[in-house]
């Protein structure tokens, strides 16, 4: 009888964190006997796969961020190679963060009798730096694309690709808005604004300021009754607490953890938030929103003026092709043109102009088949088969 196949996943943000998880039923349902270890978070330690390393402090911004982290992510790069090679795995699919995905990749290329490589998510090459299609194709045996737009450009570059469709739209983004209203005793007609600080510390520090601002000016132009809500993500929770509490003047926004984020999302007329995954989400659900984000100055220089192509930075726009989350970045991260942007969402609901029907047709657009995390897992699954077969 053969050994089971060992799958080693590596997810080391929030988001990542989430794709494996998903990743990981969507193997249990279609091999029960394949045996799973990893590095990543709580959502995929909460299904038995205990982080191999502690992935505590790798979810940064910015390039500066990241040199001034570089030492501590080196050594935690080689402890996740390590571990790796100690569960013997016959394929190691390395999700999210680049910088992170590509060492442990090239540190188990060279190794003899190396794992099959498979990176799950590529760079934005269609955004910013074409030329990473090259490295990955030198660095991984195989891509798994969540954007069909993805697989002509990294085919390519000589990388074997398979489009699976992104799992994050998959997941159920709404609850019960009538219920949480309820709840936090709020009338069916008050206005209810979310406000989404991101998921990385380093956001809240650089981005936090902005959206702080934004809130106390948008509680003095929006009627006596208009309620904010924050949805937290666990990475920043605690941070995101301090943060409020200790401005007098917005420390009675509802703070809102993971069990109620569905129906907290459900509650919004409209939403500010962080540029990412949430961003999306959010458009999902058809809460018109307004999207920010900030790096440090020379970071933002190199990207804009060297790197970054794309015409918008939510990916909901790049993919309708117009702007229909409205985007504020850098210098334009103020809470005057914030709450200005949200007053203007508002203005369009008030009018009966809402885009949200366009922000959900757009999001489904990007789903696939619905069936994202099971593509995946079997096409690792094909993979590791057919390397098994011809070893």
């Avoid at 979310?194 to 650089?206: C, D, H, I, K, Y």
Wanted: charged share 25%.
């Amino acid at each position: 009888m053969s050994k089971p196949f060992r799958i080693f996943l590596v997810a080391v943000e929030p988001s990542g964190d989430a794709l494996g998880a998903d990743l990981i039923m969507a193997l249990r349902e279609a091999g029960p006997d394949i045996e799973i270890a990893g590095v990543g978070g709580r959502r995929m330690e909460a299904l038995g796969v205990t982080s191999a390393v502690d992935i505590s402090g790798l979810a940064i911004m910015g390039l500066l961020d990241g040199l001034k982290t570089y030492p501590d992510i080196l050594r935690k790069v080689n402890a996740t190679v390590d571990a790796a090679l100690a569960f013997e795995a016959d394929t190691v699919v390395l999700i999210d963060s680049w910088g992170y995905m590509i060492r442990v990749a090239q540190r188990l290329q060279k190794r003899a009798l190396p794992p099959l490589l498979v990176k799950y998510v590529g760079p934005q090459i269609w955004a910013a730096r074409p030329k990473r299609a090259d490295v990955l194709a030198r660095s991984v045996d195989h891509l798994l694309t969540i954007h069909a737009f993805d697989a002509p450009m990294f085919e390519a570059a000589g990388l074997p690709t398979t489009f699976v469709g992104n799992p994050a739209l998959e997941r159920p983004v709404t609850g019960d808005g009538n219920a949480f209203r309820e709840r936090h005793g709020i009338s069916p007609g008050a206005p209810v604004v979310g406000a989404l600080f991101g998921s990385r510390p380093s956001e809240l520090r650089r981005i936090g300021p902005g959206l702080r601002d934004a809130v106390v000016d948008l509680k003095t132009r929006l009627p006596d009754g208009a309620v904010f809500v924050s949805p937290m993500a666990p990475a920043i929770a605690d941070d995101v607490r301090l943060s409020l509490d200790a401005d007098p003047r917005i420390s009675d926004i509802i703070l809102v953890d993971e069990a109620e984020k569905r129906d907290a999302t459900s509650a919004m007329n409209v939403a500010l938030a962080v540029s990412g995954t949430a961003t999306t989400e959010l458009a999902l659900a058809g809460v018109p929103t307004v999207s920010t984000y900030k790096l440090g100055w020379l970071s933002y220089w190199i990207y804009r003026t060297i790197l970054f192509k794309a015409d918008y930075f939510s990916l909901v726009n790049i993919a309708a092709g117009e702007e229909l989350i409205l985007e504020h970045a850098q210098q334009e991260c103020r809470g005057d043109i914030l709450a200005g942007s949200v007053m203007a969402l508002l203005d369009e609901i008030e009018s009966g102009q809402s885009r949200s029907p366009r922000l959900k047709a757009a999001a489904e657009a990007m789903k696939g088949d619905g069936r994202s995390s099971a593509r995946a897992a079997q096409a690792v699954i094909a993979l590791t088969t057919a390397r098994r077969e011809n070893s």
